[in-house]
């Protein structure tokens, strides 16, 4: 699926540039003239990207930059300015913009440098993707250590949440409660196979597992135990 990009620009000759080229390295354009109607396309559309010059009518380009860093903190923006002193820079910069080019620009500069955001945007998306992780009715997102079970967020303590981490990340395999007690509490906890028990009735509890005939943290007679996503 071609990246969507959102050009916001009041000189028709730059407009068309931008149109015509953006389109024929494969992306979406989506255009505006005003700072109004860019805002409004900006949050309609979702964008990919967004180009932004700084003089605009109705709504300038640094207040249609804080106003989309509002909705978006994550959505590049690259602001295009016939100013090129270093205060307005920073100003644009600072207001959350990821890019500044001054007027007159090079064309194949200016689509090196969407391509590098767009790059860039990819990548912490991918990361992002990478850090949640689904198993059956639980999911976790291990960087921001938050858990739910069918959409319901679970309160879990440190351990419980390590715990549980484990079991998601390594499903239908078998671990003895010596080898849990090593990856979840480390070499040096000297607690009692009791603890793996107490915690694993506690998820089960979490999650509504039933500990009589339980589907999802499974009791492995003699060994340990098996988490079936």
Do not use: C
């Not at 307005?88 to 391509?115: H, N, S, T, W």
């Not at 499903?171 to 603890?195: C, H, I, K, N």
């Not at 107490?198 to 089960?204: C, D, K």
């Amino acid at each position: 699926m071609a990246d969507r990009i959102l050009v916001i620009e009041d000189d028709p000759s730059i407009l068309r540039g931008l149109q015509l080229n953006l389109g024929m390295e494969g992306y979406t354009v989506r255009s505006a003239v005003d700072g109004e109607g860019g805002l409004a396309l900006a949050r309609s559309e979702h964008p990919d990207l967004v180009v932004v010059d700084v003089m605009l009518p109705r709504l300038g380009g640094l207040d249609v930059v804080r106003e989309i860093r509002k909705d978006d903190p994550d959505l590049p923006i690259l602001i295009l300015s016939a100013k090129g002193q270093e205060s307005d820079k920073v100003a644009g910069l600072q207001l959350g913009a990821d890019d500044y080019m001054v007027k007159p620009f090079g064309l194949k500069e200016l689509l090196a440098r969407i391509e590098a955001l767009l790059r860039r945007r990819r990548a912490h998306g991918e990361a992002a993707a990478k850090a949640v992780r689904r198993a059956g009715i639980i999911e976790l997102d291990l960087d921001a250590r938050r858990a739910t079970v069918q959409g319901r967020p679970l309160e879990l303590t440190s351990r419980e949440f390590d715990l549980l981490a484990w079991f998601v990340t390594h499903p239908d395999r078998v671990f003895s409660r010596e080898q849990l007690m090593e990856a979840v509490w480390g070499s040096r906890y000297f607690g009692t196979a009791r603890t793996v028990d107490n915690f694993i009735a506690r998820l089960r509890a979490h999650i509504g597992d039933d500990a009589e005939d339980p589907r999802h943290f499974e009791t492995v007679r003699g060994i340990g135990y098996r988490f079936n996503p």
